[in-house]
């Protein structure tokens, strides 16, 4: 089963993102896309040696809907600084430690910091046990540091790392 | 048939003479022998011919369109010439047996000897004037062989090269003259030469073509001012001087003058031009062989002197004269050959030809010492000798002109020449055998082998009993071969010892005692030579001559090809633009046409503002160079911004893969080239460069904006019309590249496979040093592979592989196809290695990517040939609807299978190139930077 | 309706894409910079892809999610871009308004 | 009303592009010119969606998606080069 | 319109003949790559400027520009794509060959002493 | 169809089919590719023969790829020239291969693969009957071509393959654009259609379409290195590997068949505001071409580069005779093509003997030891030099002949017969002087480690000579099919009628 089908999450993503791409939800681009679901995963199965597990819980929901929103906050919170001008800014380097440990947990939580208010992922520190984020107007920097872990590390690490420890 | 066979004989003869020389020295002699003997018998039985009155011509097509057909001739003078060339050359093959020394090759010499022969015969026996110049020029390439056979002696090859260079010059004059003769006379044919005679003289290309082919004519019959070569020429061995430097070669000139004597003679440019440079040659020769001590010298410059004789009589353009010619040409040969041969014996025996040394030799060698004066009084015209009587008919022949032109300078003249003559044959004949006792000679001389001296003793004979019975013996020969010449009856003379006390013989006796008396004065004579002319050398000339036109060509050559690309560019853009232009300047062309166009819009002036400041930038900036190439990605994504804005979806999406793919690689190899650009040479190139871009801008504009002006009309609705019927297939552009030009796809990514294929070759054992800093300074960052962009570009492989062939199958129809799903393939593959590395990828995917060229390339190619099954031509599309339960109805062509293979080919070789550059990096220990 | 909300959709995006470059043009430091076309630009392609996704869907039969690949992918790829400037920025020590901690400047490989 | 907002859209897309471009010519250093070039990116795409709405054409998807795909790549190359020199190693 | 497009083929061509004419390999790379541009776009829009008419065939289409340039232009990009990828790779042979990245191999001063 | 319905194609898909699959036996053993190789190119000669047949009754063979009409598809077109140049190639192929199997096959990757593709790209070349297409087989030989000349590598290999590949790529460049600008006016790739549409060109675009017609001669004067765009080729030709520049003595060739091709349908006396364009340009630049190539000849320090220079005078005179035009000038100048081609491909074969042979001084006009087998080697070169200089009894001379006798009836004749007569005396002396510095101004000592030229060496430059003697045997024939060669070139409404039939 796990060398037939490599990667069923991940089947299921293309077949789904193969019909959005097509625009056709008739059966024969079902058929099609079911076979690149089950084909691409199992060409580029050594890419992607382990399992990717996750926790099917609302956790999962509840950390995209936040990460939703604070996307919209975060633009809005940009523009409104860019159109406030740079005199203003009070741009700053902040270190967060970090809890995480797989990779694709910290990209994503990387990821995640750089689309959301005023936080860019700057650096992963060698031994990845800190995140170097830049902000661009902060005032209180441990209460920052504080949001990010519990808005968005918290989450990832269940999803993600729960179990696997 | 028999003379193409007579001519053949020789050549093929060659061959055989190297080969037995296998089988032991003498062999090639006997060979060489049997081969002129066989030739000769296949002539003999032809020669009653001529004496009949009769001419003998074979005939048979070559080159009809070119009028150059195998044609032989046999007449009196043909005749007169084979014979000669045979009967001493057979002498000469006997002699040369003996003179050649132990370390000779003798194969080699009798193979080149026979060569010579066969091209001598081939001259003599043409009737076809080309046929004749090409047998002329293979005389010079022989010789050129003969010349040279010591070629470990310099002035060997300097003389070889030498004549090669003077009578190369002359053969390719003659050509010119012999196609004008042909384009006057309307054929190559000797007997249509003759027949149109007149019509040749009144021609208004007479003068040219005389001169050219007397150019022919006097360089190889060394006459004044070409006449230098010879004496250089004696670096041959004796037998070759023997042959070719007196009876045969230096008389092809004189042969051609007398074969060509019936159409071109008679005309004062004829008279003035021949006469006058056979009297020059006769005096200039007559008085620098006196003062020669080299034996070979002095018998070249008398050889010269006869030459210019010869050339001489024929000039007066009388019958007699022409007459006297032909019989000089007998005489001269004969006396001349055992001449040389006798030299050659001297220097054989006593080891030097230096007539300062030799002295004496009477006591030595006795018989030989006879010989030689036999023949040395000969060539003094001393009576009783065949020298005598043409000389005689000569003195006679000038009188009875120069009467005509009431002048008496050229009787005056000829006898001086005479009594040089006279001079130079006493200084040989008393200079070596008498006058006291040998200098210091290398060894003690003796008489030579029997069989050496044969040859000499037959023509030594031979010179008395013509001097002495000329009507008896050389008589009827005579006749038949000035027939030949004059290709007319023959004039009143006869041939005779005695003629009475006539001005002829005044002469001969005035000649005789005034050579005399100049060689009893040779002692003042000398002195006053040697401080004067003496110094005069044409070799001086010549070489200056030769090695300025050497000279001339390195600078031409050092100036035009510097090796400079640039200057390549720069020449290739000037053309161009010459060439675009020039239509122009003739003016009557509007460059604007009746076409309405499109209107402006903000947006894409913003674009069209952002490419142009690009460019610039990236001109400018182009020694910053990661500068450059951030401002020339924008070049690219404005370019492609075009092609969308003005219809060409497919052309977008190609030109952003293959602009993306572009950037990776210059990157891969900045890093490799030089951190820092070298500066600009000097302001005036850049003003330079700059000027000639700025025209070349202009002129593409002018260009573009011309065409766009214009209305057209075009092909493309035969496309829009059948690419659905006709292709199966909506995608207009795309049913182009894969069906109705399938052919250029096909090649097109044959030029996709090649570059891989090349570039593979190229980076085998490629080293290059990796730099351990950047451009400032600076170490590189120690994180190889930043954790979350590895992470995060795995998540997009499958993503962009899916798009990839979303691309590919909806090609057909929709913009995309194989080539942008292969580039999509490639760079989703290409990041793997940026993000992760090569190491780690290729634990994951092949490394190597000639298969999929193969399939690829193979794929595209047997879709195209699948079509011969059905009848169809190559590449022959097929479509058809196929419908499946569930899956429902969908289309299959075979444009798709062309199209995988498109996809392949793009795919192997993207990842080749990138790969196969990466793959160089840990080339070397790092070294430091050198530009 | 429909239209008016495409109107909203296709209008804030631009803006967004506006301001991102703003910012890019605008603000004194690289890092401040970077924040600009990450988030702003993002969310304004974001907009204009949901507007188009809305008007194909309407225009048109079936419904035309197609736009979402794209939102997915610079969803993805943002983040990612801006990341690794912020680190090569990080290693060239380019200018910078605050002062990078220690730890974003290690020993460097020679 | 959309009528009304669409050339209003390409006014500001237009100036977005402007200003990145400005950005790319002014720098002052590399990151900025990537970064530049990245927006350019997206700001082609910006246009590109606009395109498509205002003439009805979903044929310029593909290339939306594909600078996506490119722009990306472009970025991580020239970054790797200024962090490592050796873009493939 | 026409202008416009004309102009900035000319500027590219300008551009892509100066780079071309440089000492250095590298230049010389970004000059033939702006030429393919130059001439790319002047294949292209031989089929003449047209706006929102692409050659593919629907009922809806208001009308189609010349598919055939078009395609030519495709061949020609790949073509070009190859032989840059060729000359790029060349120049490294160059550059490891002759020492230097100058075309014609001419050494500067600093490396006669290096 | 049967397969003679293909003929047309074979040529052309035959060193395709079999570069794929050399490609997929590129890890089989060494000698099974050989094998392969040699077996395919040889067939190229049959084929060649055949169309020859095919052709020589003034049939225009069309092969309509894709089974599309003219102008619409691409079609090839085998016509007397083009199966003139097909057997001239592969004559030539067949002796350059096998020189190459002597090791130098070994030196690089994928020999055999480029190879058979550059035999692909050069018969494509001389097919087509599309201008665009023209274009795309110019770009497969030169690739593959690029690969060939750089086989091996070596400093100044490099430092002359860059130029080649650079100029070449501004070639492109100018190909396209005159490409395009025809298109741009006529609408039309097809050669034949483009003839017939040009000649009916318009007053008001007369200046427009002349000028993309000269600016398509500027690239092919470059392929063809005519003066001043033949600064390329020297460095190119002596600096490759000897089977390579060999092959490439055809290459220039593809260049006069171009000008021939194309402008025999769209400059002919028929062709409206184009009628005798280039008479203006072309014989003064093959002119000068001819001494310029003769100069070099004379100011050469090694063999190779002189014999490249060769190759230059040669072009020289070949573009003479395309200059003077008349259907004999034209029959002269195609008699001289393969002579010319075999003369220096065999010259440049012998000069890698000769180099290999004398050592350190490899082919340097400079005294070395005496080489081994010095007297087979001297002759061949002595044979080959009279060939390449023009002289009796060999074929150019006749060449020349005919040339010369051609000229008689032009403007130019003075021009013509000082150039070519001067030039060949130039010639003379110079290989006169290689010669003799080679063979015979030896240094006396015979040394033992010099490598001997094998047979297998010698032996594709005999045959190359062996062919030239017999275009001297045959030389009746053969100058009487140039003649007809020329005679179809002057009558261009056989072509367009043969191709255009379908669709007119
Ligand atoms: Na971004
Ligand atoms: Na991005």
Redesign the interface.
Known sequence: MRRLLPHPLLSATLTLLWLLLV?DLSAGALVLGALLGWLIPFATSRFWPEQIRIRPTGVLARFLGVFAVDIVRGSFHVAWLILKGPARLRPAFVEVPLDLRSDLAISLLANTISLTPGTVSAYLAADRKTLVVHTLDTGDVAALVAEIKQRYETPLKTVFEEGDA | MTLFLAVLTPFVGAALVAWAARFGRPHSAWAAGAVTLASLALLVPLFPLPFAGETLIEQRDWMPALGLNLAFRLDGLALLFAGLILGIGLLIVLYARYYLSERDSMGRFYAYLMLFMGSMLGIVLSENLIQLLIFWELTSLSSFLLISYWQHREEARRGARMALAVTGLGGFAMLGGFLLLGHIVGSYELSDVFASADHIRAHPLYVPTLVLILLGVFTKSAQFPFHFWLPHAMAAPTPVSAYLHSATMVKAGVFLLARLYPALSGTPEWFWLVSGAGLATLLLGAYTALFKHDLKGLLAYSTISHLGLITLLFGLSTPLAAVAGVFHIINHATFKASLFMAAGIIDHEAGTRDMRRLSGLWHYMPHTATLAMVAAAAMAGVPLLNGFLSKEMFFAEAVHVAEGHGGWLLPVLVTLAGAFAVAYSLRFIHNVFFDGAPVDLPKTPHEPPRWMKVPVEILAVLCLVVGVAPAFTVGPLLAVAAAGTLQAPLPEYHLALWHGFNTALMMSLAALALGVALYMLRRPLFAWHEGGLGRLDARVPYNALVDGLFGAARRVIRTLDTGSLQRQVFLFVGAALALGIAPWLAGGTPLTGSRTGLPLD??SL??A??LI??TV?TVVWHRRR??A???I??VG?VV??AF?KFSA?DL??TQ??V??VT??LL??A??FLPQHAAPEPDRLRVGRDAAIALVAGLGTAALAWAVLTRPYDTIAGYFLENSKPGGGGTNVVNVILVDFRGYDTLGEITVLALAGLGIVALLQNLRLA??AR?AAGRP??P??H?VI?ATL?RI?LPL?LM?AVF?LLRGHN???GGF?AGL?TA??L??Q???S??AWTHQRMASDSHPLLAWGLGIATFTGLASWAFDHPFLTSTFGYLNWPIVGKFEVASAMAFDLGVFLVVVGATLMI??G???L??AEPVRKETR | MT??L??LL??T???F??I???G??RLRD?YT??HG?TKA??L??GC??I??AL??SL?SEGV?L??V??TL??FI??P??AH??????L??K??SLAPPPASTAPESSD | ??A???P??????????????????K?P?????????????????????????H??????????????????????????????????? | MEALIALVIGVLTAGGVFLALRGQTFPVVLGLTLLSYAVNLFLFIMGRLAI?V?P?ISESAAGYTDPLPQALVLTAIVISFGMTAFVIVLALKARAELGNDHVDGLEHEEDRRA | MNLFDHLAALPVLLPLVVGIVLLALRNAPLALQRGVSVAATLALLPLALALIQATGDGTHLVYKLGNWEAPYGIVLVADRLAAWMLVTTALLAVFALLYALTGIDRDGRHFHVLFQLQLFGLNGAFLTGDLFNLFVFFEILLLASYGLLLHGGGRLRVKAGLHYVVINLVGSTLFLFAVGTLYGVTGTLNMADLGVKLAATPPENAALVQSAALLLFGVFALKAALLPLALWLPAAYAHTSAPVAALFAIMTKVGAYSILRVYSLIAGEQAGPLAGLLDAWLMPAALATLAFGMLGALASTALRQQVAYLVVASIGTLLVAFGLGSQEALAAGLYYLPHSTFATAALFLLADAIARGRGEVADRFESGPAMPRARLVGGLFFVAAIAVAGLPPLSGFLGKVMLLQAALESPHLAWVWGVVLATGLAGVIALARSGSLLFYRTLGTHDTALEMPANTALAPAVALLALIVGLVIAAGPLSEHAAAIASQLKAPQGYIDAVLGGAR
Request: glycine residues 8%; charged residues 10%.
């Open positions: 625009n | 903000a947006v913003t674009a503002a952002a400041l690009a930038a990661f500068t190439l951030v401002t990605g924008v994504l492609s911004l969308i979806p977008a999406l952003l893969s602009e993306i950037i990776v990157l891969l900045l890093y990796a730099p950047d590189w960052d994180d190889t930043p962009m570009t997009l962009a798009v691309i929709q913009p995309g942008i999509i760079v989703a290409i990041v290695y940026l993000s590395g090569a990138l790969t550059l990466g793959g990096h840990r | 239209d008016a495409l109107a296709v209008l995006g631009a803006i894409t506006f991102g470059s703003l890019l043009a690289f910079r970077l076309p630009t993002t304004g392609v204009l892809l507007a188009s008007h194909f225009r035309s197609h736009e690949l794209v992918f610079l790829t943002a990612v871009s690794l400037l912020a680190k090569a920025a290693h060239l380019t200018q | 009303m959309l009304t907002v669409i209003i859209a390409y006014a500001l897309v237009a100036l977005a592009f402007a200003m990145s471009f400005w950005r790319l010519i720098g250093d590399a990151p900025d010119r990537i970064l530049a070039l990245d927006t350019l990116y997206v700001n082609t795409i910006a246009f590109l969606v606009l395109l498509g709405i003439l009805g054409s979903a044929i310029y998807f593909e290339a939306a998606l594909l600078i996506a795909m490119m722009g990306f790549v472009g970025t991580v190359a020239l970054c790797k080069y200024l962090l490592r020199g050796d873009i493939i190693e | 929102g692409p593919v």
